[in-house]
């Protein structure tokens, strides 16, 4: 995880919901809380790509884990079926 990165308002993908971010010579301005834009702690920060982690964390940065299941775990248990889903279906029971 040495390469996630938080995310910045210069991203390209980042949109502030309330319209107040400025761009100034020192940085990104927040006119709604008159302060430096700090996207960790503020509620209307918005990714347009929908990548926009908790803490401020972009999601683009992080490498997915996958987990591989058996096939017990996959399948599951038996389900009986009484009535009209046994007359629709035609089996007993059904995986």
């Known amino acids: 995880m040495a390469q996630v990165k938080t995310c910045s308002p210069t991203c390209q993908s980042f949109k502030c919901a ?6 100034r ?8 809380t008159e302060e430096m834009c700090n996207v960790a702690n503020c509620t ?6 929908r990548r926009l982690l908790p803490r401020g964390v972009c999601g683009e940065t992080i490498k997915r884990k996958t987990v591989e299941k058996q096939p017990e775990e996959v399948i599951g248990p038996t389900i009986k079926l009484r009535g009209r889903a046994l007359r ?7 995986f």
Do not use: H, M, S, T
């Open 18 to 23: 309330k319209n107040a971010a400025v761009y």
């Open 25 to 32: 010579r020192d940085g990104i301005w927040c006119r709604w």
């Open 44 to 49: 209307y920060a918005i990714c347009v790509k």
């Open 88 to 94: 629709k279906i035609g089996e007993k029971e059904v």
